[in-house]
């Protein structure tokens, strides 16, 4: 069932809302930084925050819109909210919990219900016992099939494994993948995990102060992202500005105080002009690590840069590289006819004409880090420690400049 809105709030202590998109029939992650609205944004959905002017509507209902005064009562909404800290009461068993909402149907209909839902939720065998007596995950089953049980037409989850350990957690993002399955409800997940984000969303809203800042399908948002903001929030980390040197039509030449001259393909419905100052970024997991035995022939590599490791940082199953990149590759920019420009320093020729040509890499005034995530095994492999220098490679096709 879709759900729409626009919603406008204004808060006493100076903070506003202004956002609205659609969601239909889907899974979509509302993602954002502590503080930026999202808790908000979800209360204003169901009713509990009333807003100063907007609309919502489900399936083509209007639950509220303040031009033609309509506020339908949460109860009338039939919307679905789980809250962090679950709200479970604690003088009712897992059943009783379960069963509240769905207390005034039948009682064979409701044990049939619950079972189901106890069945679902990996419950069986703590029917009887009170909150006090579960595990953190346990509750949070406990809560979320006490919500499914009213059979709501809308799922606001709000952070709902925050208080959870990660394996905890992990386990849970599973369960509630297949639990979509089973019960294909439009949901609404609130959380601001990047991995949280990445492996629940099919769709994601990026909510930054209030507004909306991108919404679209996850590899969209992860790989091209529209804004700064954007970009940062979703990780990417390696985020520069330069100057358009020269530009072909599907590839851009960009040159940088830091890196020196980047290439890069075009977006979309984007002119670059020779002059124009823009911002692009590549995710640390897209940087390339040049094996120091390889022998990159005698054309120059496009985007191969020379740095030194400053530090290492584990996460787990991988490790990201602090490199600190020294000054300007005095690279070339445009080859048209067979010709390079005159301050090119070192340039290669090719049968193909125009193309961005290359160049090689000299200390410069300019330092920047360069953040490098590599599997475990290839750290070890490389033996990639601090003062190491390595060459790193930037795939045009993973350059991506944000509009």
């Known amino acids: 069932m879709s759900l729409r809105f626009k919603l406008k709030k204004s808060f006493s202590t100076g903070f506003s809302i202004d956002a609205g998109f659609a969601v239909e029939e889907e899974l979509l992650v509302l993602f954002g930084p502590s503080g930026a609205g999202k808790t908000q944004i979800l209360k204003m959905i169901s009713g509990i925050i009333t807003p100063d002017e907007g609309a919502v509507s489900v399936g083509g209902e209007t639950l509220f819109d303040s031009s033609r005064h309509i506020n339908v009562p949460i109860r009338e909404r039939k919307i679905g909210y789980l809250f962090q800290d679950y709200a479970l009461f604690p003088h009712m068993t897992v059943f009783g919990n379960i069963s509240y909402g769905i207390s005034r149907l039948e009682k064979r209909r409701v044990s049939e219900k619950v079972a189901e839902l106890i069945g679902v939720m990996r419950l069986s065998g703590l029917e009887d016992r009170y909150p006090h007596e579960l595990s953190g995950g346990q509750k949070q089953r406990t809560a979320l099939a006490r919500t499914l049980a009213a059979e709501p037409r809308i799922l606001l989850l709000d952070e709902p494994f925050s208080a959870l350990d990660y394996q905890v957690r992990e386990k849970l993002r599973a369960d509630l993948l297949n639990i979509h399955k089973i019960y294909p ?38 790989y091209r992202p529209r804004t700064r903001n954007v970009a940062r929030f979703l990780g990417f980390r390696n985020i520069f500005d330069g100057t358009v040197e020269a530009a072909d039509g599907s590839q851009v030449a960009i040159r940088t105080r830091e890196l020196g001259l980047i290439k890069a393909g075009v977006p979309s419905g984007w002119t670059p002009s020779a002059g124009q100052k823009v911002s692009f970024c590549i995710r640390p997991e897209e940087v390339i690590v040049i094996r120091p035995d390889r022998v990159l022939g005698d054309r120059v590599q496009d985007n191969v840069l020379e740095g030194e490791i400053l530090d290492v940082v584990g996460k787990g199953s ?35 004409s125009p193309r961005l040509a290359a160049g090689s890499f000299k200390a410069g005034e300019g330092a920047a880090l360069l953040k490098v995530e590599v599997p475990n095994f290839v750290l070890r492999k490389l033996a990639l420690a601090r003062g190491k220098r390595i060459r790193v490679s930037l795939k045009r096709e993973d350059v991506w400049i944000i509009p």
């Open 318 to 352: 991988t490790h990201v590289l602090y490199l600190k990149m020294h000054g300007e590759r005095e690279a070339s920019g445009m080859i048209s006819g067979g010709q390079a420009s005159e301050s090119e320093s070192t340039t290669v020729h090719s049968e193909d």
């Open 185 to 222: 409800i439009t949901t609404i997940f609130v959380t601001h995990d990047l991995e949280e984000a990445f492996m629940l969303g099919r769709s994601i809203a990026v909510i930054n102060n209030g507004r909306l800042e991108q919404t679209g399908p996850r590899d969209e948002l992860f």
